[in-house]
């Protein structure tokens, strides 16, 4: 039988409608630094791979990396770096179906922001 209202209701949730959750957005991010790794561990074969070519070749890439712009672009890797790992422990308790109510859920997702800067900032003061 025909359903005579489908023409009026909506397909999904629509984004005006929609209030993204904290666990929604820190997923999306976790897709993101993955991503983003990917093109930092670029730039990190790269110099190695200058490195072995010639001192010429490794100079081009140290000055690179090593730069104001090379500085951020490694200091933003490595946030990218702890939120990643970060979220994928917090994947990992979730598989063992721990921690999926939604209070506890936002709790870890909280941590895993505030933890990822925290642990950002004291590797780059160790370092």
């Known amino acids: 039988m025909a359903d005579v209202n489908r023409g009026n209701r909506p397909l999904s949730p629509h984004l005006s409608i929609y209030r993204p ?5 820190t997923s999306i991010l976790t897709r993101i630094t993955g991503n983003a790794l990917l093109i930092s561990a670029l730039l990190v074969v ?9 001192p010429e070749a490794f100079a081009r890439a140290d ?4 730069s104001f712009f090379g500085d951020i672009v490694m200091a933003l890797s490595l946030l ?14 979730w598989d063992n ?6 209070e506890t859920a936002e709790k870890m997702g909280y941590a895993v922001l505030g933890g ?4 950002t900032i004291i590797t780059l003061i160790a370092i």
């Open 21 to 25: 959750q904290l666990t929604s957005m």
């Open 46 to 54: 790269w110099w190695f791979l200058a490195a072995s070519t010639s």
């Open 63 to 66: 000055g690179v990396l090593t």
């Open 80 to 93: 990218g770096l702890w939120y990643h790992t970060l979220a994928g422990v917090r994947h990992l308790i």
């Open 97 to 102: 179906a721990i921690g999926l109510d939604i």
């Open 116 to 119: 990822s800067v925290v642990l």
